[in-house]
């Protein structure tokens, strides 16, 4: 059966930091890619980040600079380092793993920028 399971997510203050994990499990073969989406409420489920096996990664614009992903492929674990964060950053984050069995997602964890 395979697993994402997510932790790292809470409420923070604006310009703080915050740091994702994603655990995998249960994945056999190929991983051709980790991802990190988040949907906030009203909105459509987006792209944050993604990391191909080759090691390509891609961000939305609105993290550029802001959001690190990464990934120990020992530990199979996958990680968003979150810094400078916003009010606009607030929603439900989910990981994401595309693989020769299919696309997977966690269940989310929620994300709060507030005051």
């Known amino acids: 059966q395979v697993q994402l399971m997510e932790s790292g997510g809470g409420l923070v203050q604006p310009g703080g930091s915050l740091k994702l994990s994603c655990a995998r499990s249960g994945i056999i073969g190929s991983i051709y890619a980790m991802g990190w989406y988040r949907q906030a409420p009203g909105k459509q489920r987006e792209l944050v980040a993604n990391?191909?096996?080759?090691?390509?990664?891609n961000y939305a614009d609105s993290v550029k600079g802001r959001f690190t992903i990464s990934r120990d492929n020992a530990k199979n674990t996958a990680y968003l380092q979150m810094n400078s964060l916003k009010s606009e950053d607030t929603a439900v984050y989910y990981c994401?793993?595309?693989?020769?069995?299919?696309?997977?997602w966690g269940q989310g964890t929620q994300v709060t920028v507030s005051s």
């Open positions: 994401n793993a595309q693989t020769r069995m299919g696309i997977y």
């Open positions: 990391i191909t096996s080759a090691g390509n990664i």
